[in-house]
């Protein structure tokens, strides 16, 4: 299982975690070090905020998501800029992690850059050593498959829904439970 977990997996919560952070997440595993810990970022948790709201000298207002519970004031985000933006982390399908962001903030303000281009995130998701490796063996975490026109074009509300449905077989039911069990 542990070999599995690599920079650019999906992690899809089971469907009745009981964690309100992390409800129905689909989290992009941006950094996964076995000794030394795990990096994500929750995709499908947008804020009300906006770029322009938490940072000067941007003048779009692109949305900001909830990355995860840890440091929610820092800003993260993953982008397809690629070789545009000094010290971008590849992450897979033209996906790419951090980088220079007085690059990315210039690119943005001339318009060169769009929403579909670029996810930006207050916070993150962390786990300690070992700790993500025994969360996905106890089955908190489903391990799924993206490319970045699912992951950037699919509503963030149909996002859980639709990775867990790509899995196939039973995945497709599990994808209709309700959040609440009891009603199902």
């Known amino acids: 299982m542990a070999d599995a977990l ?4 999906l992690l899809l919560a089971e469907p009745f975690l009981d964690d309100e952070n992390f409800q129905r997440s689909v989290i992009l595993l941006c950094q996964h070090h076995p000794q030394e810990g795990s990096f994500g970022l929750v995709m ?4 009300s905020l906006t770029l322009e709201d938490v940072m000067e000298g941007v003048y ?6 909830i990355g995860g519970p840890v440091q929610q004031n ?5 982008h397809r800029l690629g070789t545009q933006v000094d010290h971008s982390i590849p992450l ?3 996906f790419y992690w951090s980088g220079d962001f007085d690059q990315i903030k210039t690119l943005i303000n001339l318009g060169q850059v769009q929403p579909t281009d ?3 995130f ?9 700790q993500l490796v025994d969360e996905v063996s106890r089955t908190s975490w489903y391990l799924g498959d993206w490319d970045q026109y699912d992951l950037l074009k699919t509503p963030d509300e149909d996002l859980w829904r639709h990775f ?4 196939g077989g039973d995945f497709i039911k599990i994808a209709n439970y309700p959040l609440d069990y009891k009603l199902n």
């Open 6 to 9: 690599h920079n650019g997996v």
């Open 44 to 47: 499908n948790q947008r804020s």
């Open 60 to 65: 779009v207002n692109f949305p900001l998501y």
């Open 74 to 78: 820092t800003l993260h985000y993953i």
């Open 92 to 94: 897979g399908d033209g």
């Open 118 to 120: 670029i996810r930006l």
């Open 122 to 130: 207050l916070g993150y998701a962390g786990w300690a050593h070992g």
């Open 164 to 167: 867990i449905r790509k899995k």
